[in-house]
């Protein structure tokens, strides 16, 4: 095994540059993001992304996955770092750390190098605030083999730590793009697109509408759902049933709800 | 107008006491819980839940709700008091706080008490301990036209301020009950009932699978999903199309794509 640099203090300024990364604005000044647990760093390793530093606890328990990782990480000339349980924990701001960290090269988020031709189906976020539902929105196209995630207008960080976390390893599976409406609507309309979104205008039932793909699932913020004109650029207007009170669901539910419904209408086309 | 008492100072105890509430040891030990903004509170108030105590921020827009929410604590008892947008702040732990929180007594979630007539859809959440997924629950329950939420084993809180806030007034419409599985089980087959859980186990697809009321949909724990014990118990398992690399959804997520499912196979019968 190859030297690995231990790091015992608190103070050490690899730990802090690491911790920082837990902030906005020092991911976006350094361009790189953390990521924790083994399982979700082999999904990473898996979908061909190799964190530049591997951060260990020691006294971690051995394990095969563990030590592709380490492998996988010297091979790219990475470097790993061991150190103790608690510091790990400072640097994840989790109480019960994971045994292992890492810290990802941010990825490409441009419109522009997105292929839609790679997935029939792709989940799009608008002004979405809460980087859990972001997260489980991944999730959620990771699991209907969505293409990606498009995140329009002022949305939460997809490289925050809860994001990824929520995202369950998706956030290396799925493609992320971000993008204003104004630059997003004419790369949409440059291509074959069908977009739909959940709606009370002008609007036909979810079940059994006529999907198409390249089918773009929209959903809006969680106070102020879809702005107007952005509802009305869509090619369907979709409603779910609502029996109860309330006239909306959680975001990353509707885009689940819908999400399902035009994977099973390409499915099973009846 | 009544008379108003006005909390001008953030250390008076009764400003302690309501702040407390954010607590679940003093929840659990006073009985009782918060919920924060207008509209949770009318919808609170046409739900036939009254709050003992209404907060209101000084400086507040007038608003017609506003002013039948203070009619119905009058008429009931209850206390008004008034204080600065600051103090209320401080209360909910909320920068930006709504106008206006309540104080409400818990209800009872004795199992015993729920009447499973009253709907043909119920969920089920089996250690469930993110209140934002359990609140999240709450407020699909609404929109599908369950009757409430089963929590088994250790859950999180259904009164904490993060669950109330994602039930979106969900938690007020839907009945909610705490069991553990040894309660539960001998409940359910004390009457017509169907356990459905997603599963890998035995199971047969999520779509067109003979779902039959009153159908209880299960989901587990965020990192372990259900104990086998508890698939093997379901009348039913069903899966889910699960396309890329992960295994599960989040538990939320999981809950709408089934109920959402079983609503509309009862709606439109094959």
């Given at each position: 095994?190859?030297?690995r640099?231990e790091?015992?203090?608190?103070s050490?300024?690899?730990?802090k540059a690491l911790r920082?990364?837990r902030?906005?604005k020092?991911?976006k ?6 990521a924790?647990g083994?399982r979700?760093?082999?999904?990473a390793r898996e979908s061909?992304?190799?964190p530049e530093v ?5 006294g971690?328990e051995p394990?095969p996955l563990?030590?592709e ?7 790219v000339?990475?470097e790993?770092i ?12 989790k109480d019960?750390p994971?045994a292992?960290?890492g810290v ?5 988020t ?9 997935a029939?189906?792709?989940?799009v976020a ?7 539902n972001l997260?489980?929105?991944?999730r959620t196209g990771d699991?209907i083999?969505?293409g990606?995630l498009?995140?329009?207008?002022d ?8 994001a990824?976390r ?6 290396f ?5 971000r993008a204003e409406w ?5 790369w949409l ?6 977009l739909?979104?959940?709606?009370l205008?002008?609007?036909q039932?979810?079940?059994?509408a006529?999907?198409a793909?390249?089918c773009?699932?929209m959903v809006?913020?969680?106070s102020?759902g879809?702005?107007?004109?952005y509802?009305m650029?869509c090619d369907?207007?979709?409603?779910m ?5 309330a006239?909306s ?12 419904e035009?994977l099973?209408s390409?499915?099973?086309p009846s």
């Open positions: 095994m190859a030297f640099r790091i015992t203090g608190f050490n300024p690899t730990v920082a990364l902030e906005k020092h991911r000044a350094a361009g790189k993001f953390l924790e083994l979700l760093l082999t999904d061909g992304h190799i591997l951060v260990l606890a020691k971690r394990h563990l030590a990782l380490e492998a996988a990480v010297d091979a000339g990475g790993v061991e150190t103790s349980p608690d510091i790990l924990s400072k640097i994840t701001g019960n994971q292992v960290a990802f090269a941010e990825f490409d441009a419109l522009a190098s997105l292929d839609r031709r790679r029939d189906i792709w989940l608008q002004a979405l605030r809460d980087p859990g997260g489980t929105m991944l699991a083999g969505a990606g498009i995140l329009l207008d949305c939460a960080d997809p490289f925050s730590v809860e990824v929520a995202s369950m390893g998706a956030v599976t799925q493609r992320i793009a104004s630059e997003f609507e004419p309309r440059g291509g074959a697109s069908q739909v979104a959940a709606s205008r002008e609007a039932p979810y079940r059994g006529p999907y793909a390249p773009f699932v809006g913020n969680e102020r879809l702005p107007e004109a509802e650029a369907l207007r979709v409603t049933p609502m029996k109860g009170r006239d669901l959680n975001a990353a539910v509707a885009a689940a709800v819908l999400g399902y035009v099973a390409f499915e099973n």
